[in-house]
């Protein structure tokens, strides 16, 4: 659970969660990417992506590039 940890802000985060942690999560795994920083996340359906995508941008961080494969999708976000 993101939301039990005590980790400082990094340059990069990494987040091979499901579309729906992801999503549920997604206010407390932006406040552990560093303002310019980096938010990878993997373990998304293709259908949850919007959902995700959604949930991140309510948290300032943007898409810069998305990967699919097959149904799964990964992207790259960038925090402002």
């Known amino acids: 659970d993101p939301a ?5 802000p990094a340059d990069v985060v990494l987040a091979n969660l499901t579309g729906d942690m992801l999503r549920r999560t997604a206010a407390v ?30 948290e300032s961080l943007v898409v810069a590039s998305k990967v699919a494969e097959g149904e799964w999708v990964g992207m790259r976000l960038a925090a402002g």
């Open 4 to 8: 039990a940890t005590s980790l400082e």
């Open 29 to 58: 795994i932006a406040k552990l990417v560093r303002a310019g920083g980096t938010l990878i996340v993997s373990g998304v359906l293709d259908r949850e992506a919007d959902d995700v995508v959604a949930a991140f941008e309510r």
